[in-house]
Nanobody
Framework: QVQLVESGGGLVQAGGSLRLSCAVS????????MGWFRQVPGKEREFVAA????????YYADSVKGRFTISRDNAKSTVYLQMNSLKPEDTAVYYC???????????????????WGQGTQVTVSS
């Protein structure tokens, strides 16, 4: 079993920055991967970024490329999402997720992820 606890959401003005954290506990394996998704009411959960735990390879949605950075701290078992140059359209509930058998080509598929955090609200005002 894996537990994920997110933190770091909040209200920020357009152009500002936030850093989300996701603390990971429980059993993980070498092919483990972590993703960040976001969701607004009435829409499907949208892929934001992912990272391979084993080699640190990172992947981004086109909408956030160049503005968001995903990283991991193995010692702290924590994944981060640094969000810069935030826009009102980034407003959503952000979820971290864990895939026990991470396949980079399937990183954007929410159904691939085995565990999910509780979500944290990010609101960007214009």
């Amino acid at each position: 079993q894996v537990q994920l606890v997110e933190s770091g959401g909040g209200l920020v003005q357009a152009g500002g920055s936030l850093r989300l954290s996701c603390a990971v506990s429980g059993r993980t394996f070498g092919s483990f991967g972590m993703g960040w998704f976001r969701q607004v009411p009435g829409k499907e959960r949208e892929f934001v970024a992912a990272i391979s735990w084993s080699d640190g390879s990172t992947y981004y949605a086109d909408s956030v490329k160049g503005r968001f950075t995903i990283s991991r701290d193995n010692a702290k078992s924590t994944v981060y999402l640094q969000m810069n140059s935030l826009k009102p359209e980034d407003t959503a509930v952000y979820y971290c997720a864990a895939d026990q058998t991470f396949i980079p080509g399937l990183r954007a598929r929410a159904s691939r992820y085995d565990y999910w955090g509780q979500g944290t609200q990010v609101t960007v005002s214009s």
